[in-house]
């Protein structure tokens, strides 16, 4: 799933403008108080709502909890619940999310939000709406492990599979009781090449007997303690390729693909390949 947040004034209308060009499932989160209806394929005209070709809206209420299409603990939640089954999102008036932005207004900072910023405007007539549509394509996605597991299991050889195996990995906020806390972690890829290195790695895995997919994905930018950082899905044939290629697939990701870690706690940030 392609993500974009729209921030400032006159994103609702920037929005519906994006959410008409896109190709695709598209879904469509208010992140005001106002109540946006939830649908799929047709908007019912409910009082207040954003006529716009989205397959799915929400709104965040006055209380916290999302309504519409269920309801999530929170913004990464959202994402993740969405992602398996949308090609894109779009978030309207949220700005903490690490995803591309585009900020509105006189006023809009883009070292304001933690996301790539792609355009800035005062207006949202200003913004080239097909530029931001070829920017977002190009952008890294969302993925989560629910989307790749559907992905493997989609595979032709699906049939002949006995096991799925999965791996996660995530912040850790300390390895011992008494150790500063780790807020967050960033990891920068090395453009190109980390995505080359990755391929190679899941090919070559993937040519073990018994091993029919294999899929990973790294996420980059700011990650908080607690949220998930990695993923390897395989499809073998049995448990003990599922498993053996799983660990093989996570240790080569960490030891061959040029990523780089930066980690703060609460009392320094340093690089992990820098540090004494």
Known sequence: MQPISIVGPGASDLARSLADRLDGRVAVVDCGERNVAARRGDLDGAEGGTEMTAETTLSLAADGSWTGRGRVDGLDDLLDGLAPDHDYLVAVGESRLRVPTVLLGEDAEPSDVPGSVVAVADAPGEVEVDRLVADLDDAEPWITREALVRRVEASADADRAGAIATFTGRVRA???????????????????????????????????????????????????????????????????????????????????????????????????????
């Open 174 to 276: 300390r390895d011992a009781p008494d150790d500063d806390r780790t807020t967050h972690l960033a990891f920068e890829k090395y453009e190109g090449v980390a995505a080359e290195r990755m391929d190679a790695i899941t090919d070559e895995l993937t040519e073990r007997d018994g091993v029919f997919e294999v899929r990973m994905h790294h996420r980059t930018g700011v990650i908080e303690a607690g949220e998930d950082i990695v993923f390897v899905v395989v499809l073998a044939g049995h448990r003990r390729e599922a498993f053996r290629t799983v660990e093989d697939g996570i240790d080569r990701l960490k030891d061959e693909v040029p990523i780089f870690k930066k980690e703060a706690t609460e009392e320094e940030e340093f690089w992990l390949h820098r540090r004494d």
